[in-house]
């Protein structure tokens, strides 16, 4: 007669206490993380002649990704 209990290798034990060590590594480093607030840059004057288009940051990273 065969024996059909689950038998526990030393392989699995090892991965699965790796696998343990590993979450709890990475849950004590994750309250660390803050997000960064988004710096926004300032409010400039209004042109006095008109055209009020400016060349800012963010124009310039939409015509670079545009590009491609």
């Known amino acids: 007669m065969k024996n059909t209990s ?38 400039r004057p209004a042109p006095e002649r008109g055209g009020g288009y400016v060349l800012s940051e963010h124009v310039k990273r939409y015509y670079k990704t545009a590009r491609t």
Do not use: I
């Open 6 to 43: 689950p038998t526990l290798s030393r392989r699995v034990l090892f991965a699965g206490a790796g696998t343990a060590g590993a979450a709890a590594a990475l849950s004590s480093v994750m309250p660390l993380v803050q997000p960064r607030a988004p710096v926004a840059e300032p409010a």
